[in-house]
């Protein structure tokens, strides 16, 4: 069993796009008939697959139970308009993809209190986030 690490953090490199803005309204045949359903945005689909192989690849702990606190410090590639809370949420929800296993669910009795923050990149650094876990409790 690797040691446990209470404060482990993990970094997510890219662009975090948001999972909601730009959703998409699709269709799909259910029963004989076209049912609407939203989807997510295409940026969050094309980044979602990297995000999910990175994060199983730098993840040695065990599922996480219980946070007192999840930190997300964004290292952005461009000054554009950025939602922080909206790309917390879809990083949230690849860390509980079957095979990523780092959290058990994203409810606040699971997270605890969670907070964005985040800065420019500098000339050559990589821009992603890093993410920081007070643990309470593993799984």
Same mark, same amino acid.
């Given at each position: ?17 948001? $999972?909601?803005? /730009? ?5 799909? $045949? ?15 689909? $094309? ?18 139970? #219980?946070? #007192?606190?999840? /930190? ?68």
């Amino acid at each position: 069993m690797p040691k446990l690490d209470y404060n482990p953090t993990i970094f997510i490199s890219g662009r975090h796009p948001s $999972k909601k803005n /730009s959703q998409r309204i699709l269709r799909k $045949k259910i029963k004989g008939r076209y049912v609407p359903f939203i989807a997510s945005s295409l940026a969050f689909e $094309k980044w979602e697959p990297l995000a999910v192989l990175e994060a199983k690849l730098k993840w040695n702990l065990p599922r996480i139970k #219980k946070c #007192k606190s999840i /930190s997300y410090f964004f290292i952005y590639a461009d000054n554009r308009v950025k939602d922080g809370g909206n790309s917390a949420e879809g990083i949230q929800d690849i860390f509980q993809k079957e095979g990523v296993d780092i959290l058990v669910g994203d409810n606040w009795q699971i997270t605890g209190k969670t907070s964005q923050d985040g800065r420019l990149a500098k000339k050559g650094e990589e821009c992603g986030c890093f993410i920081t876990f007070e643990v309470e409790e593993y799984e």
